[in-house]
């Protein structure tokens, strides 16, 4: 009897979740669906034996995971290749004319989410995978329970895998990053990257909290359930009870294409998620099959980039940020404006010739936009909006901080504030120190290191090791308990054993950068061999060169930094080089990558082992370039690296050569 109305209670909210969320039509008011919920949880409480794996009650998370099982997909989940204006949408058309003479298209929004694979067996949900390099991802079935849209059963019981993204909703974002500020906590930058944060939870109530959403949009094998184009694919998941996006258009030539791209540029804002373009596919199966794939991409399909978002605002202040070096860097007080999915409020202006050549005045309207869709910076003046009321821009002559009279330097276009004991310097420094680059002081954010630079129980970086003499105070302080603190104490403690690239680039070395920090602890093992070596070994070094030379031995004959030496040598930090030593290979050594698009790996993890190898990771694609690693949704990199004809590997060739 009781397993019966489990089964009925189930049935009915399964029913109500998919009126509600894909039919948008409830049948049953909220009230009803509380009601018939909680009856279920006391049910399922009472006996445990009972409850299914489609029951919506494993949706509010609490599985645990150890750790993220790989995932072998047995059809590739291919990424498609972008282009980004009206003359590359034509030639994409007229190609396909040349082997489909009348081809049908359906046109979709590009949902800045994640992909997932779902899988499905006798109709029950078995299995949520990441795209991973597209043949091996990771399972995160745990947590694509607990998205309500994605069915957990299906009406029919069949054997499916159907493929699409996960995203997280406006709303939800603005809620998530609402609470993270009220905790003190750092905010996430836009949606795509806290969907894909929430989704590689190991806690599933985590994700479950999140309210993470999902539009399906492919079937891997739909000919197989006799299913001849795309759109019918897309009408018979929604059959199935998927979410399919709304907004799919059956376009039948390149004008229509256009029109529903200008449409979706124009309106994206309006939508309750993030889009950055629009994927065009041909429709009909046979199609498709005689067009085929090259060695990355289906030739019968294209994403359609927007063009970086750009918005107007008003600069309202110059103030002027002092680093650790004593650079002084310009920085404008914007009223905040949504840009790309972020709320900016300031914008580095960099320096003072950017801001005379660009001709910025404090009260000016500007425009902005995301380089690389990341970084905000200043597009240009809109000098047409000035009332006469803005006033021209003056640098600073004095440090903002200490007073202290500021100099520039000839060789560089900044100035600087030379006084050592500057505070602004100082908590800078200290800052880096415990960056994640640098020790790595897990807990130490910007805040907690000026509040106790400002009690006085932290001013030189090897004072991190002596907190534990004041740990007593420091409980005092609010907001600060005896577990915060032990914490804190304790990633001070694991510090100690980093191996000596981080201590270096920790020490704010000027000119010594985490990459010439390696270079120096591979080449020279240890602190002191570093600290005995001579200008003239030290210029001669690959990627060392005479500045930095002149850098690090001025350093190291300077005698506060000698004491500073001896004092974390008597605090026990370990000055050896303990990480991976160079193995270098023919495929890598002498060779210069670029790395584009979404890698499985961390692009830091993919740089290190190129670097191991003997190559050099650059930024951008040149005719110098010998080798492109390209990830999931590579964008310009990978079309320029085709226009230089430059040798290209997918994730899976890189990682078959640095096993």
């Known amino acids: 009897m009781i397993e019966k109305r489990i089964d009925e209670l189930i049935k009915i909210l399964n029913k109500a979740s998919y009126e509600y969320y894909t039919l948008d039509n409830p049948s049953i008011t909220d009230q009803e669906y509380d009601a018939y919920y909680d009856e279920l949880v006391r049910l399922e409480t009472n006996n445990p034996s009972l409850v299914r794996p489609d029951s919506p009650t494993v949706r509010i998370g609490g599985e645990i995971i150890s750790e993220f099982k790989k995932v072998n997909h047995e059809i590739p989940l291919m990424s498609l290749g972008d282009i980004f204006n009206e003359e590359e ?39 949520g995978a990441t795209r991973g390099d597209g043949t091996t991802g990771e399972d995160i079935t745990h947590n694509v329970k607990t998205i309500k849209t994605i069915p957990l059963s299906l009406p029919v019981d069949i054997d499916i895998e159907v493929r699409g993204e996960i995203y997280m909703p406006k709303k ?88 529903y791209i200008n449409y979706w540029h124009e309106h994206r804002p309006e939508l309750p998620y993030e889009i950055d373009g629009v994927v065009i596919k041909v429709d009909n199966f046979d199609d498709q099959k005689k067009l085929g794939y090259t060695a990355k991409v289906p030739k019968w399909a294209i994403a359609y980039k927007f063009p970086p978002e750009e918005v107007l605002t008003k600069l309202k202040n110059i103030e002027f940020c002092v680093g650790r070096t004593g650079k002084i860097t310009p920085r404008a007080d914007l009223d905040p404006v949504r840009l790309a999915g972020s709320i900016i409020s300031s914008v580095t ?50 440090c903002p901080i200490c007073g202290e009279k500021l100099v520039r330097k000839e060789e560089e276009s900044a100035w600087y504030c030379l006084n050592k004991n500057c505070d602004a310097r100082n908590i800078e420094g200290l800052i880096h120190f415990a960056s994640r680059d640098a020790m790595n002081l897990d807990g130490f954010g910007d805040a907690i290191i000026e509040d106790f630079y400002n009690i006085g129980h932290l001013h030189r970086v090897d004072e991190f090791y002596t907190l534990s003499s004041h740990k007593e105070a420091l409980q005092e302080l609010e907001g600060f308990g005896e577990k915060s603190i032990n914490n804190l104490l304790e990633s001070i403690e694991n510090s100690k054993n980093n191996s000596l690239e981080r201590l270096l680039f920790g020490l704010g070395i000027r000119h010594v950068g985490k990459k010439t920090a390696l270079i120096l602890a591979q080449y020279y093992h240890t602190l002191d061999n570093l600290m005995n070596t001579t200008y003239d070994e030290l210029k001669n070094i690959p990627d060392v060169g005479d500045i930095i030379a002149k850098s690090i031995v001025e350093y190291f004959n300077e005698e506060k930094n000698k ?69 999931e949704n590579p964008g310009s990199k990978y079309d320029k690296a085709v226009s230089l004809n430059t040798t290209i590997w997918d994730e899976a060739e890189f990682l078959s050569k640095v096993q």
């Open 172 to 259: 939800s974002f603005e809620e998530l990053n609402g609470e993270r500020r009220k905790n003190g906590e750092k905010e996430f930058a836009n949606p795509r990257n806290a969907a894909a944060g929430s989704i590689r939870q190991l806690d599933s109530k985590i994700a479950a909290e999140r309210n993470l959403d999902a539009f399906l949009y492919h079937m891997p094998e739909a000919p197989n359930y006799g299913i001849d184009s795309h759109f019918e694919s897309l009408n018979y998941m929604k059959e199935l009870t998927f979410i399919v996006n709304p907004n799919i258009k059956k376009v039948s030539n390149v004008d229509e294409i256009l029109e």
């Open 563 to 631: 004491e500073l030496i001896k004092s974390l040598r008597s605090l026990n930090l370990n000055f050896a080089y303990i990480g991976k030593e160079k193995q270098l290979d023919d495929n890598f050594n002498g060779k210069t990558f670029v790395l584009t698009g979404t890698l499985s790996i961390a692009r830091d993890e993919a740089k290190e082992m190129i670097e191991l190898r003997g190559g050099k990771v650059t930024s951008s694609v040149t005719s110098k370039t010998d080798v492109v690693v390209v990830g």
């Open 89 to 127: 949408v034509r030639a994409f058309d007229t190609r396909i004319r040349k082997t489909i003479p009348k081809p049908e298209y359906v046109c979709e929004l590009k949902i800045d989410g994640l992909s997932v694979s779902l899988l499905y067996k006798n109709g029950k949900l078995v299995r």
């Open 349 to 398: 202006l960099h320096n003072e010739d950017y801001i005379k050549d660009k001709e910025i005045m404090i009260g000016d309207v500007i425009s902005i936009h995301k380089a690389g869709d990341v970084i905000p910076e200043v597009v240009a003046v809109k000098k047409e909006r000035r009332t006469g009321e803005e006033i021209p821009f003056k640098m600073a002559t004095n």
